[in-house]
């Protein structure tokens, strides 16, 4: 997939890419991190709920989904990978 095009959502316009190392390096920071939740937020109980999930990514379905649901995870997650889309980033090949 080199040769990725991406365009805007509202105007069409195709996104320049700019490799900016400190700008990479941000998303990958943000992909990453790992956040200390309280156990009680992780529910054995909840359908999405995997043991390790609380290790997890905060970015990540494993830590997202017991604690806003599916639909909320998603939400979230394409959010931020619409946040890296527009800064001309391919999110899938950022880590």
């Not at 490799?19 to 998303?27: H, T």
């Not at 990540?60 to 017991?66: A, D, M, R, T």
């Not at 806003?68 to 939400?75: D, I, Y």
């Amino acid at each position: 997939m080199d040769n990725v095009e991406i365009r805007c959502s509202r105007c069409k316009a195709t996104i320049q890419h700019v490799c900016d190392e400190s700008l990479i390096s941000a998303i990958t920071h943000l992909q990453t991190l790992i956040v200390e939740a309280p156990e009680e937020l992780f529910h054995i109980d909840n359908d999405y709920y995997q043991p390790g999930d609380e290790n997890a990514p905060f970015l990540s379905e494993g830590f997202l989904y017991p604690l806003l649901g599916k639909e909320g995870a998603r939400t979230v997650l394409a959010a931020i990978n619409n946040v890296i889309r527009a800064a001309g980033i391919d999110p899938r090949h950022v880590v």
